[in-house]
């Protein structure tokens, strides 16, 4: 069965710093996808990034991007140029097929990381 | 209304009650799942439906049962529920095609409260 680790239980940083949250996951699978979602305190979650494993180039979204290693079995999140409104508790999702052949998938979430921004 | 919402957002009942907590996407998605979210814990599957039939049922306690009438909404009704279920449940859909990377889209949450 997959497993995502998030190591970091809590991460603080200052406003307009630089920030990078951890995320390692455990698969024998090939073809996958690997997501961040955040979960601002209101609870609504949202996706913050998506990274398909058979790309090798790290996706980018604005101030967010990944460290991708494959090999390593490593997702990290970068957020640039933090702001206040990136506090939130983070999660690392992989994405799994229920079933072989089919079209419907479930996500395996880690623990979360707990990010503060400081003023 | 737009995107997934989620009624009560708040619930409080005791153990030998029934309730119903309900979930309804307005995206058109063909996919809905119900998750529970515990402190410290990661967010758990519960349920999955996929054209309103259940594809997935991760060996969740029977006091718990999920009903899907139509693709866009989703229910989960409780009876004689114990103290360890209070949690944040969590619904969430997705258009599922294929292999295409499909975003889950999720609700606001019911934070649940057994005493």
């Known amino acids: 069965a997959q497993t995502v680790t998030q190591s970091q239980p809590e991460m603080s940083v200052q406003e307009a710093e630089t920030v990078t949250l951890s995320c390692t996951y455990d698969?024998?699978?090939?073809?996958?996808?690997l997501f961040w979602y955040k979960q601002p305190p209101s609870r609504q979650m949202i996706l913050v990034i998506r990274?398909?494993?058979?790309?090798?180039q790290n996706a980018t979204e604005n101030r967010f991007s990944v460290n991708f290693q494959k090999a390593a079995k490593s997702f990290s999140l970068k957020i640039s140029d933090s702001q206040l409104g990136d506090a939130a508790m983070y999660f690392c999702?992989?994405?799994?097929?229920?079933?072989?052949?089919?079209?419907?998938?479930?996500?395996?979430f880690g623990k979360g990381t707990l990010l503060t921004v400081n003023p | 209304e737009t995107g997934v919402t989620q009624t009560p957002r708040h619930l409080v009942m005791g153990m030998t009650n029934k309730k119903s907590l309900k979930c309804e996407q307005h995206?058109?998605?063909?996919?809905m799942y119900w998750y529970k979210q515990s402190a410290k814990k990661p967010l758990e599957l519960m349920f999955v439906?996929?054209?309103?039939?259940?594809?997935e049922n991760n060996s969740v306690p029977s006091r718990f049962s999920p009903e899907c009438p139509n693709s866009s909404h989703l229910f989960l009704h409780l009876h004689t529920l114990q103290p360890e279920d209070s949690a944040l449940y969590l619904c969430?859909?997705?258009?599922?095609?294929?292999?295409?990377?499909?975003?889950?889209?999720f609700g606001p949450g019911t934070r649940l409260t057994v005493l």
């Open positions: 969430a859909s997705s258009q599922d095609v294929g292999r295409a990377v499909n975003e889950q889209f």
């Open positions: 698969t024998s699978e090939s073809d996958y996808y």
């Open positions: 990274q398909e494993a058979y790309k090798q």
């Open positions: 999702a992989y994405r799994t097929y229920l079933n072989s052949g089919g079209s419907n998938y479930k996500l395996t």
């Open positions: 995206l058109g998605h063909n996919a």
């Open positions: 439906y996929s054209l309103e039939e259940r594809v």
